[in-house]
């Protein structure tokens, strides 16, 4: 199992990003899917996560109303729409995936609860 976190790069406060996430290895419409972040010598943070089928979201309030999770299972691939960026957001950000066959539970929002995580992408904001 692969997962390839892409689209973290540098922008101004009130910008915007996309991050993708390839998975590969897998059967992608069977996973949840998360996005968490992680500052240096801080614990990782949930963000926001995705049932498979795409009909449950959840977000951290910190990112509510600014962060939009969707997914593509046609292409294996789970983005984050991030907006209205603040210098706070500035990290590394990790997709996670955690099998889910066809539950229709809400997807995870622990970090130990997902299995598979990709290498992660910076996002800096300057202020």
């Known amino acids: 199992v692969q997962l390839v976190e892409s689209g973290g790069g540098l922008v101004q406060a009130g910008g915007s990003l996309r991050l993708s996430c390839a998975a590969s290895?897998?059967?992608?419409?069977?996973?949840?899917m998360g996005w968490f972040r992680q500052a240096p010598g801080k614990e990782r943070d949930f963000v926001a996560a995705?049932?498979?089928?795409?009909?449950?979201?959840d977000y951290a309030d910190s990112v509510k109303d600014r962060f939009t999770i969707s997914r593509d299972n046609a292409k294996n691939t789970v983005y984050l729409q991030m907006n209205s960026l603040k210098p706070e957001d500035t990290v590394i950000y990790y997709c996670?995936?955690?099998?889910?066959?066809?539950?229709?539970?809400?997807?995870?929002?622990?970090?130990?609860?997902?299995?598979?995580w990709g290498q992660g992408t910076q996002v800096t904001v300057s202020s």
């Open positions: 996670a995936a955690k099998y889910y066959g066809n539950s229709y539970r809400p997807p995870p929002t622990k970090p130990n609860e997902y299995t598979y």
């Open positions: 290895g897998l059967t992608f419409s069977r996973y949840a």
């Open positions: 995705i049932s498979w089928s795409a009909g449950i979201t």
